[in-house]
T-cell receptor, first 115, second 115 residues
Framework: DAGVTQSPTHLIKTRGQHVTLRCSPISGHKSVSWYQQVLGQGPQFIFQYYEKEERGRGNFPDRFSARQFPNYSSELNVNALLLGDSALYLC??????????????FGPGTRLLVL | DAKTTQPNSMESNEEEPVHLPCNHSTISGTDYIHWYRQLPSQGPEYVIHGLTSNVNNRMASLAIAEDRKSSTLILHRATLRDAAVYYCILRDVWAGGTSYGKLTFGQGTILTVHP
């Protein structure tokens, strides 16, 4: 079975631009989470979506938004890019979330460089 | 979120056991202990999780202290492929609101395996 896929793998943007990152979850998984990983640090939680609704949100500005589609794939949008948005963006999918035991399966990430 | 503390780095020789410690003195009774690892240039990967009892799977063993204030991830025979950053994460079974589905990653332990 295919794992979590993300596109594109790499992206270069300039300050002020916007970017859309895409994620396809494992077949049968209905929950998608997004994380930002700055070089040298652990991933930081941005959003979780389940059944097309935002269920969890991390401490990120409103420039960050996401949505989930009927096929459970997801997009992460970042507006007005800043240099500090340069990072690896990770998508993770899981079965219905909650309960403390669910396992999240991560994709390989999209590496975004903002110049 | 309850906090975990891990050593910044550890080293091991190939085919020897590795014990990766994690302190979580503020753990609550409803926190599951999860371990993920991140190999170079990849997204994090689930390793194991537990609540109170020691757990084994094909990848590793998890030893949980009786008072649950610490745990140890055990790799029984380290291989070069086990070189990664290992993250110890607490997940509340009742996590809700904006923390729904959130994994809180710390700095993790960088494991180096020598041939």
């Amino acid at each position: 079975d295919a794992g979590v896929t993300q596109s594109p793998t790499h992206l270069i943007k300039t300050r002020g631009q916007h970017v859309t990152l895409r994620c396809s979850p494992i077949s049968g998984h209905k929950s998608v989470s997004w994380y930002q990983q700055v070089l040298g640090q652990g991933p930081q939680f941005i959003f979780q979506y389940y059944e097309k609704e935002e269920r969890g949100r991390g401490n990120f500005p409103d420039r960050f938004s996401a949505r989930q589609f009927p096929n459970y794939s997801s997009e992460l949008n970042v507006n007005a890019l800043l240099l500090g948005d340069s990072a690896l963006y990770l998508c993770a999918s899981s079965l219905p979330p909650g309960g403390g035991q669910e396992t999240q399966y991560f994709g390989p990430g999209t590496r975004l460089l903002v110049l | 979120d309850a906090k975990t503390t891990q050593p910044n780095s550890m080293e091991s020789n190939e085919e020897e056991p590795v014990h990766l410690p994690c302190n979580h003195s503020t753990i609550s009774g409803t926190d599951y202990i999860h371990w993920y690892r991140q190999l170079p240039s990849q997204g994090p990967e689930y390793v194991i999780h537990g609540l109170t009892s020691n757990v084994n799977n094909r990848m590793a063993s998890l030893a949980i202290a009786e008072d649950r204030k610490s745990s140890t991830l055990i790799l029984h025979r380290a291989t070069l492929r086990d070189a990664a950053v290992y993250y110890c994460i607490l997940r509340d079974v009742w996590a809700g609101g904006t923390s729904y589905g959130k994994l809180t990653f710390g700095q993790g332990t960088i494991l180096t395996v020598h041939p």
